[in-house]
C-alpha cells in the first residue's frame, strides 16, 4: 500500500468494468491536481488486489491507509453485504480517529452510480446527489451511464474533475492518519435482495468456522473464505454445517464443502448427503495437497468420497487442494451453481388463488360496440 493511496473506490460488483475505468480517469485527475511522478499510485480498488494474495487482509489494510472512501451506490452496493461491510469498517476507523461529524464527512466522497428508487434512503445520499449540482444528466442516470455513453462526455468528465478536486482538496487540508488494519465484519446492515447461496459444510466437530484445511497461512476460515466470494458477487451467504445437523440440501443454489479425511469416515453422513444432491448442488472436495498425513492416504480419502458422491448422481465434483485455487476458483462455482438453480431449480408460484384464464371462446364472449357507440 502506497504512501500516496489517496482514495479507495468501494463498488458493488467484482469485474464491474465501467468502474474500472472511472479508476483510471479519476487516478490520472487526481495524479495531475497532487503533482504525482509518472506511473505513481494514487487511488485503490480491489482489481489491483492479486488473486493469489489474501483478499481480506489486502482490503482490510487499504482501508486503514486511505485518505479518502469513494463508495459507488447503487441498489446492488446497498443489497450486498460485502461492499456495506466496506462502508462500516471505514466507518469505525474514522470513529477510532476521534474525529468530529464534519470533519469525519469529509473523507467519504459518495458517488451515485446507477439510480436509487425514489424513497429509498442510503448512506451518504445527500452528498452523492450534490456532487451532480448543475449537472442534471448524473442525478437523472448516474455516473455509471455517463461513463458508458459518449453522448453523456462532457457530463461525465465534469463530475470526474470535480470529485478529484474533492478528493486533492481534503488530502491537502485535513490528511487522514493511517491506522492498523481492522479485520471488514460482518456487522453492515443491507437491504434485502432475496438472493442466497447456501455454503453446506461437511468438516470436523470444530465447526465450519474452524476449518483451515490449508494449513496455517489463511487468516480466515476456508468457509469464511468462501462466504466472502459470494457476498462480494452480490449474494447473501448461508453456512450450514451438515456436522451438527441433517442435510437439507437443494432448497436454494448450494455449494457443498466437503473435508474428505472426515467425510470417509462417515458413511452415515454421506448416504443423507448423496439423497439431497440436486443439479444446483455443486460438491468441492478440499484438501491440502501438502497434508502432512501423507499424499498417499489424503489421495485414497479423496478418491472415495468422489467415487461415492458421483454414484450418488453428482454431475461433478470439484477438488480444491490449496487456498489460492479456494480464491480463484471459488467465484465461477459460485457463478456456475447460481446458473443451475436458474435454469434447472424449483419453480415457486405466488400465493393466493388462481386466476381465471382468459379464454377466446366460450364462456365469455366479445361483443362489438354497437352502431349508436360507433356513431
Request: charged share 20%; with cysteine.
Amino acid at each position: 500500500m502506497s504512501a500516496r493511496t489517496l482514495f479507495l473506490i468501494s463498488h458493488a460488483h467484482a469485474g464491474d468494468h465501467w468502474a474500472g475505468v472511472l479508476f483510471q480517469d479519476l487516478s490520472q485527475r487526481v495524479a495531475d491536481l497532487v503533482g504525482a511522478g509518472p506511473g505513481e499510485p494514487v487511488g485503490f480498488i480491489d482489481e489491483l488486489i492479486d488473486p493469489s494474495a489474501d483478499w481480506n487482509e489486502e482490503l482490510a489494510a487499504a482501508i486503514a491507509a486511505t485518505h479518502v472512501f469513494v463508495p459507488l451506490y447503487s441498489p446492488g452496493y446497498l443489497g450486498n453485504a460485502w461492499p456495506m461491510r466496506e462502508r462500516a469498517t471505514f466507518a469505525r476507523r474514522l470513529e477510532r480517529a476521534g474525529l468530529g461529524a464534519d470533519r469525519a464527512r469529509m473523507h467519504v466522497v459518495a458517488v451515485l452510480w446507477t439510480p436509487v428508487p425514489r424513497g429509498q434512503d442510503f448512506p451518504d445520499r445527500g452528498g452523492a446527489l450534490n456532487l451532480g449540482d448543475g449537472v442534471p444528466e448524473y442525478a437523472e442516470n448516474g455516473l455509471r451511464a455517463l461513463c458508458m455513453l459518449r453522448m453523456y462526455r462532457r457530463p461525465y468528465e465534469a463530475i470526474v474533475d470535480r470529485l478529484a478536486h474533492v478528493i486533492a482538496r481534503v488530502v491537502a487540508e485535513a490528511p487522514l492518519p493511517g491506522s492498523p488494519p481492522m479485520p471488514i465484519e460482518a456487522s453492515a446492515r443491507t437491504i434485502a435482495t432475496g438472493r442466497t447461496l447456501t455454503l453446506a459444510v461437511l468438516a470436523g466437530a470444530n465447526g465450519p468456522e474452524h476449518w483451515r484445511p490449508c494449513g496455517a497461512r489463511p487468516t480466515l476460515s476456508i468457509t469464511a473464505e468462501a462466504a466472502a466470494t459470494v457476498e462480494r458477487m452480490g449474494l447473501a451467504a448461508v453456512v450450514l454445517d451438515i456436522h451438527a445437523a441433517p442435510p437439507r440440501l437443494g432448497l436454494e443454489p448450494t455449494i457443498l464443502l466437503i473435508d474428505p479425511w472426515v467425510a470417509a469416515g462417515r458413511d452415515d453422513l454421506m448416504v443423507a448427503v448423496g439423497q439431497s444432491l440436486k443439479p444446483w448442488v455443486t460438491p468441492v472436495l478440499v484438501l491440502d495437497r501438502h497434508d502432512p498425513r501423507g499424499a498417499e492416504r489424503g489421495a485414497e480419502a479423496l478418491s472415495k468420497v468422489q467415487d461415492r458422491l458421483l454414484a450418488a448422481g453428482a454431475g461433478r465434483v470439484q477438488e480444491l487442494l490449496d487456498v489460492e485455487e479456494v480464491r480463484t476458483l471459488m467465484p465461477e462455482l459460485v457463478a456456475q451453481t447460481s446458473r443451475q438453480y436458474l435454469s434447472r431449480g424449483p419453480a415457486f408460484p405466488p400465493m393466493g388463488p388462481f386466476p381465471e384464464r382468459l379464454r377466446l371462446s366460450g364462456g365469455g364472449h366479445w361483443s362489438p360496440p354497437d352502431e349508436e357507440a360507433r356513431r
